[in-house]
């Protein structure tokens, strides 16, 4: 996965994700499954959902232009930290802050 991001090809995107395994059941509810150990899961954003905190990657090249890895800070890759409640946070800034001031 990290491969083809580098070279440019696929999504532009990588999440991961330290965590413990998850159910879904019948209802679609995640069921945590506790008693077994955190495991690293690298996803598009497609296949498992976020728990808790994770790191993801964007890459901002053209589609196929893969990234130069011999340059730092060439803004090729941007990168953070994103959360399971960040569309709320960034609801709750842009209802509460920006749009009374603007």
Do not use: C
Not at 24 to 47: A, C, L, R, W
Not at 71 to 95: K, R, Y
């Amino acid at each position: 996965m990290f491969d083809d991001f580098f070279k440019g090809q696929g999504p532009a995107r990588i999440f991961v994700y330290h965590q413990t395994p998850y159910k879904i059941n019948e209802s679609k509810e995640i069921i945590d499954m506790p008693h077994e150990h955190p495991q690293f899961y690298v996803t598009h954003g497609d296949t498992v959902k976020l728990k808790g905190k994770g790191v993801y990657f964007v890459r901002t090249t053209q589609p196929g232009k893969g990234i130069n890895v011999s340059a730092a800070n060439d803004n090729e890759v941007m990168f953070g930290e994103i959360s399971e409640n960040t569309v709320t946070s960034l609801d709750s800034i842009i209802n509460k802050i920006y749009r009374p001031l603007v």
